[in-house]
C-alpha cells in the first residue's frame, strides 16, 4: 500500500516552489547577463574610440593616415567590433574599413555626433555605433561600430549556459525532493498495512517487529496500534505500554 | 643564439665567411609574384657578388621567410630573423600593411640597431618621424607615383579621378597621396571603392566598378595587388567602365598582365586601359648600363625561390619591374657593404649609407642618401601595354586620345 495522497500536495509544492525559483532566477540572469554585457559592450566600443581617438592626434596632425589606418585595422580584429572610421572636422573619410564602400547610411549621418546611435545597414546587419572626438572635435571624431546581432548572439549564449546550470539544478533538487518524500513515506506506508492488518484481526507480518522497533514517531505509532488492539508482544523490549509510547 | 664573443665585437650576423640578411616577404598567396621576383632580381645580383669573391671576403646570405603578405606572420618572422637568427639586417621586405607593423619593433630594438633596407613598398610611415630613422628607401614614394598620375591626368582633361584601393594602410597610403594631389589643383575624388587584402583575380569586383561607375569618374588609380587589380580591371571593361586605369609600381605589372591574358580572350581588350607607374626604368631598356647587366645576370643565374618556401605553382618571368628593383636594392647594398669595410659593425652602418652621395647605379639617376635623405631614388616612369607588354610612356596626350 502506498502514500500516495498525503504527499501528492508536498510534491506538488516542491516543484512549484522550485519552478518559481527557477524562473525568477533565470529571469534575473537574463536581466542581469543582458544588461551588463551590453553595458561592457558599449563601454569596450566607447575605450576603444577614445583609446583611438586619442592616440590619432599626432599621426593626424602628421598626416600619416597609413599609420592610423594601420591602427584601425588592428582593432577592428577584436570580437564584436564591425567597423571603424574616422572623420576628419569638416566631415572628410579619412579612414575605415568598410568594404566595398562606405554605405549611404554611414554618408548621410552627423560626422561629429559622439553619441551612441543604433544603426541597421542594409547587407551588413544592425550595429550600435559609438563616437569619440579626437582633440575635442577640433580634429575629427572616430566611430566604433558594434555588431548587434553578434553581441546578442553572445549574450544568448551566455544566458543560455547559465539558464541551462539553473535547470540542471531544479532536476537535481526535484529528484532528490522526490527520494526523501519516498524514504520518509516509506515506513508510513507499512505502518498503514500493519494498523490496517490490526483492524482485520489477521497475524502481523514479518515487518511488524521492524516497525515496533523504531525509535520514532512511527514506531511509538505502531506500539500504540499495537496497546490499543490489546495485541501486546511477548517481548517487552519493544515497550508496547501506553507509557513508553512518547 | 648570439655567442659571447660576438655580443662583445658587435659582429651581430656578420661572420668571417658571410653576411646574413633578413627577408620576410610574401611567397605564398596571391601576392605570391612580389616576393618570388624581388627575391630573384636580389639574389641575381648577390650570386654574381659571391661568385667574384663576397664582400671583403665574405658571402651574402639572405634567410628568407614567408609572411604571405600579411602582417601578423611578418612580425614573428621579424622578431624570428632579429632575435633568433640574429641577421646583420633586415632587407627586401614586401608590402606596406607588413612593414608598417614591423617598423615599431624596429625602435623597440633600436638600441641593436638593425636597419630595414629597401622595402618593397612607397608608403609614407619609413619614410617619416616617429620610424624613418629605423629604414633606408630605395624607390620612390607613393605620394610621387600617385601625384605623377595625378598631374598627367589633369593635364590631359581628365579632371574626375576615382581610386580603387586595398582596404588596409597600403591602400590608404595611395588614396592619401591621390587626395593630396587633386587637393592641390583644387579637385576632389570623384568616387572610391576598396576591396579586401588577399582578394583573388577569380573573385568578383563588379560593386567596387558598380560604385566607381555610379560616380562617373574620367579615371581610376588602382592602389592594389596584382590579383586584385587584374579583376578590377576584368570586371570594369565587362561592366563598361572603359575610362583609363592606373596601377602603382606595387601592382607587379607582369602578374597583373599574364592574369588577363590567362583569360583566354584578346588580352588587348582588358590591357588597352591600363597605365602603370614604375619605380626603375623598362627593363626592354637595353641602353641603360643597369639594366643590361640585369639581363644579363638574370639570364645566368635565374635564381629560383628556395623549395621550402613554394607551396603554390608560380611561374617566374625571364625579367620584371620588380625583378630589377630587386636587382638594384641589393647591388646598392652590396655597395653600403663594401664602404663597411673589412669588420663589418652594424655600429658604423648608418655613417655607411650616408657615404653614398652621387652614386651611379647605372640607371641614369644618381642616389644619395643623407640624415635627411633616406629614399635614394625619385624618378617615377610610367608604361603602357602594347603587344602585350609593358612599353614606356612617353606621349600621355597621345594615349589618352
Same mark, same amino acid.
Given at each position: 500500500?502506498?502514500?500516495?495522497?498525503?504527499?501528492?500536495?508536498?510534491?506538488?509544492?516542491?516543484?512549484?516552489?522550485?519552478?518559481?525559483?527557477?524562473?525568477?532566477?533565470? $529571469?534575473?540572469?537574463?536581466?542581469?547577463?543582458?544588461?551588463?554585457?551590453?553595458?561592457?559592450? /558599449?563601454?569596450?566600443?566607447?575605450?576603444?574610440?577614445?583609446?583611438?581617438?586619442?592616440?590619432?592626434?599626432?599621426?593626424?596632425?602628421?598626416?600619416?593616415?597609413?599609420?592610423?589606418?594601420?591602427?584601425?585595422?588592428?582593432?577592428?580584429?577584436?570580437?564584436?567590433?564591425?567597423?571603424?572610421?574616422?572623420?576628419?572636422?569638416?566631415?572628410?573619410?579619412?579612414?575605415?574599413?568598410?568594404?566595398?564602400?562606405?554605405?549611404?547610411?554611414?554618408?548621410?549621418?552627423?560626422? $561629429?555626433?559622439?553619441?551612441?546611435?543604433?544603426?541597421?545597414?542594409?547587407?551588413?546587419?544592425?550595429?550600435?555605433?559609438?563616437?569619440?572626438?579626437?582633440?575635442?572635435?577640433?580634429?575629427?571624431?572616430?566611430?566604433?561600430?558594434?555588431?548587434?546581432?553578434?553581441?546578442?548572439?553572445?549574450?544568448?549564449?551566455?544566458?543560455?549556459?547559465?539558464?541551462?546550470?539553473?535547470?540542471?539544478?531544479?532536476?537535481?533538487?526535484?529528484?532528490?525532493?522526490?527520494?526523501?518524500?519516498?524514504?520518509?513515506?516509506?515506513?508510513?506506508?507499512?505502518?498503514?498495512?500493519?494498523?490496517?492488518?490490526?483492524?482485520?484481526?489477521?497475524?502481523? /507480518?514479518?515487518?511488524?517487529?521492524?516497525?515496533?522497533?523504531?525509535?520514532?514517531?512511527?514506531?511509538?505509532?505502531?506500539?500504540?496500534?499495537?496497546?490499543?488492539?490489546?495485541?501486546?508482544?511477548?517481548?517487552?523490549?519493544?515497550?508496547?505500554?501506553? /507509557?513508553?509510547?512518547? | 643564439?648570439?655567442?659571447?664573443?660576438?655580443?662583445?665585437?658587435?659582429?651581430?650576423?656578420?661572420?668571417?665567411?658571410?653576411?646574413?640578411?633578413?627577408?620576410?616577404?610574401?611567397?605564398?598567396?596571391?601576392?605570391?609574384?612580389?616576393?618570388?621576383?624581388?627575391?630573384?632580381?636580389?639574389?641575381?645580383?648577390?650570386?654574381?657578388?659571391?661568385?667574384?669573391?663576397?664582400?671583403?671576403?665574405?658571402?651574402?646570405?639572405?634567410?628568407?621567410?614567408?609572411?604571405?603578405?600579411?602582417?601578423?606572420?611578418?612580425?614573428?618572422?621579424?622578431?624570428?630573423?632579429?632575435?633568433?637568427?640574429?641577421?646583420?639586417?633586415?632587407?627586401?621586405?614586401?608590402?606596406?600593411?607588413?612593414?608598417?607593423?614591423?617598423?615599431?619593433?624596429?625602435?623597440?630594438?633600436?638600441?641593436?640597431?638593425?636597419?630595414?633596407?629597401?622595402?618593397?613598398?612607397?608608403?609614407?610611415?619609413?619614410?617619416?618621424?616617429?620610424?624613418?630613422?629605423?629604414?633606408?628607401?630605395?624607390?620612390?614614394?607613393?605620394?610621387?607615383?600617385?601625384?605623377?598620375?595625378?598631374?598627367?591626368?589633369?593635364?590631359?582633361?581628365?579632371?574626375?579621378?576615382?581610386?580603387?584601393?586595398?582596404?588596409?594602410?597600403?591602400?590608404?597610403?595611395?588614396?592619401?597621396?591621390?587626395?593630396?594631389?587633386? =587637393?592641390?589643383?583644387?579637385?576632389?575624388?570623384?568616387?572610391?571603392?576598396?576591396?579586401?587584402?588577399?582578394?583573388?583575380?577569380?573573385?568578383?569586383?563588379?560593386?567596387?566598378?558598380?560604385?566607381?561607375?555610379?560616380?562617373?569618374?574620367?579615371?581610376?588609380?588602382?592602389?592594389?595587388?596584382?590579383?586584385?587589380?587584374?579583376?578590377?580591371?576584368? =570586371?570594369?571593361?565587362?561592366? =563598361?567602365?572603359?575610362?583609363?586605369?592606373?596601377?602603382?609600381?606595387?601592382?607587379?605589372?607582369?602578374?597583373?598582365?599574364?592574369?588577363?591574358?590567362?583569360?583566354?580572350?584578346?588580352?588587348?581588350?582588358?590591357?588597352?586601359?591600363?597605365?602603370?607607374?614604375?619605380?626603375?626604368?623598362?627593363?626592354? =631598356?637595353?641602353?641603360?648600363?643597369?639594366?643590361?647587366?640585369?639581363?644579363?645576370?638574370?639570364?645566368?643565374?635565374?635564381?629560383?625561390?628556395?623549395?621550402?618556401?613554394?607551396?603554390?605553382?608560380?611561374?617566374?618571368?625571364?625579367?620584371?619591374?620588380?625583378?630589377?628593383?630587386?636587382?638594384?636594392?641589393?647591388?646598392?647594398?652590396?655597395?653600403?657593404?663594401?664602404?663597411?669595410?673589412?669588420?663589418?659593425?652594424?655600429?658604423?652602418?648608418?655613417?655607411?649609407?650616408?657615404?653614398?652621395?652621387?652614386?651611379?647605379?647605372?640607371?641614369?639617376?644618381?642616389?644619395?642618401?643623407?640624415?635627411?635623405?633616406?629614399?635614394?631614388?625619385?624618378?617615377?616612369?610610367?608604361?603602357?601595354?602594347?603587344?602585350?607588354?609593358?612599353?614606356?610612356?612617353?606621349?600621355?596626350?597621345?594615349?589618352?586620345?
Amino acid at each position: 500500500m502506498k502514500i500516495q495522497k498525503l504527499f501528492q500536495r508536498t510534491r506538488f509544492g516542491i516543484f512549484l516552489l522550485f519552478g518559481v525559483i527557477v524562473l525568477c532566477t533565470s $529571469a534575473l540572469c537574463i536581466y542581469t547577463v543582458d544588461t551588463q554585457l551590453t553595458a561592457e559592450y /558599449e563601454t569596450n566600443s566607447q575605450n576603444i574610440a577614445k583609446s583611438i581617438a586619442d592616440s590619432s592626434v599626432d599621426i593626424l596632425l602628421n598626416r600619416n593616415l597609413a599609420t592610423l589606418q594601420s591602427m584601425i585595422d588592428q582593432f577592428v580584429e577584436i570580437q564584436g567590433i564591425r567597423y571603424i572610421y574616422i572623420t576628419s572636422e569638416n566631415g572628410e573619410y579619412l579612414a575605415h574599413t568598410f568594404v566595398p564602400g562606405i554605405p549611404e547610411e554611414i554618408l548621410a549621418s552627423d560626422h $561629429a555626433s559622439t553619441e551612441p546611435v543604433e544603426r541597421s545597414i542594409p547587407g551588413l546587419g544592425d550595429f550600435l555605433e559609438v563616437g569619440s572626438p579626437i582633440l575635442a572635435g577640433v580634429a575629427g571624431t572616430v566611430h566604433v561600430g558594434m555588431d548587434q546581432d553578434e553581441v546578442a548572439l553572445k549574450i544568448q549564449r551566455a544566458i543560455g549556459q547559465q539558464v541551462i546550470l539553473i535547470c540542471i539544478f531544479l532536476v537535481v533538487g526535484v529528484l532528490a525532493s522526490i527520494w526523501l518524500v519516498n524514504l520518509a513515506a516509506k515506513p508510513l506506508a507499512e505502518l498503514l498495512a500493519y494498523a490496517v492488518n490490526i483492524a482485520d484481526d489477521k497475524e502481523p /507480518e514479518t515487518t511488524a517487529d521492524d516497525l515496533l522497533g523504531r525509535d520514532d514517531e512511527v514506531g511509538d505509532l505502531a506500539r500504540l496500534f499495537r496497546h490499543i488492539s490489546g495485541k501486546a508482544p511477548d517481548s517487552g523490549a519493544s515497550g508496547a505500554s501506553p /507509557e513508553n509510547v512518547r | 643564439m648570439v655567442s659571447a664573443q660576438e655580443m662583445e665585437t658587435g659582429f651581430e650576423g656578420a661572420t668571417d665567411d658571410e653576411i646574413v640578411l633578413g627577408m620576410s616577404a610574401a611567397f605564398s598567396g596571391p601576392s605570391r609574384g612580389l616576393g618570388s621576383e624581388l627575391y630573384r632580381g636580389a639574389m641575381a645580383y648577390f650570386n654574381h657578388v659571391n661568385d667574384n669573391g663576397g664582400v671583403a671576403g665574405r658571402k651574402i646570405t639572405l634567410k628568407l621567410y614567408d609572411d604571405g603578405y600579411q602582417p601578423d606572420p611578418c612580425v614573428r618572422n621579424t622578431m624570428k630573423l632579429m632575435l633568433e637568427d640574429n641577421v646583420f639586417l633586415l632587407f627586401g621586405y614586401v608590402g606596406t600593411p607588413t612593414v608598417t607593423r614591423v617598423l615599431p619593433l624596429l625602435k623597440k630594438f633600436q638600441d641593436e640597431q638593425v636597419y630595414l633596407f629597401f622595402p618593397f613598398t612607397g608608403a609614407q610611415p619609413q619614410r617619416e618621424p616617429p620610424y624613418g630613422d629605423f629604414a633606408f628607401n630605395l624607390r620612390a614614394s607613393y605620394r610621387q607615383e600617385t601625384a605623377g598620375l595625378v598631374n598627367n591626368f589633369l593635364a590631359a582633361g581628365k579632371r574626375r579621378i576615382g581610386v580603387f584601393y586595398q582596404a588596409d594602410a597600403y591602400g590608404r597610403s595611395g588614396w592619401a597621396g591621390v587626395r593630396a594631389a587633386l =587637393d592641390r589643383h583644387g579637385e576632389r575624388l570623384a568616387g572610391e571603392a576598396t576591396y579586401r587584402r588577399g582578394s583573388r583575380f577569380t573573385g568578383s569586383m563588379r560593386e567596387q566598378v558598380e560604385i566607381l561607375k555610379s560616380n562617373s569618374p574620367d579615371a581610376v588609380i588602382c592602389i592594389g595587388s596584382y590579383a586584385a587589380c587584374a579583376a578590377f580591371a576584368r =570586371d570594369a571593361v565587362d561592366r =563598361d567602365l572603359r575610362v583609363p586605369i592606373a596601377n602603382l609600381s606595387f601592382v607587379g605589372s607582369e602578374n597583373m598582365l599574364q592574369l588577363l591574358s590567362d583569360l583566354g580572350e584578346d588580352v588587348e581588350t582588358y590591357s588597352r586601359y591600363l597605365v602603370n607607374s614604375q619605380v626603375v626604368p623598362s627593363y626592354e =631598356d637595353t641602353s641603360i648600363p643597369a639594366v643590361r647587366e640585369y639581363r644579363e645576370l638574370m639570364e645566368r643565374y635565374d635564381p629560383a625561390v628556395p623549395e621550402e618556401l613554394v607551396q603554390e605553382s608560380y611561374s617566374p618571368f625571364p625579367q620584371s619591374f620588380v625583378s630589377l628593383e630587386g636587382f638594384l636594392d641589393a647591388k646598392l647594398m652590396t655597395e653600403i657593404l663594401r664602404r663597411l669595410g673589412g669588420s663589418p659593425d652594424r655600429d658604423g652602418l648608418e655613417e655607411a649609407v650616408f657615404s653614398v652621395d652621387n652614386y651611379d647605379l647605372g640607371i641614369g639617376e644618381r642616389v644619395s642618401f643623407g640624415p635627411d635623405r633616406r629614399q635614394g631614388l625619385q624618378t617615377v616612369y610610367y608604361t603602357v601595354v602594347q603587344e602585350g607588354r609593358f612599353v614606356t610612356l612617353e606621349d600621355w596626350q597621345g594615349w589618352l586620345s
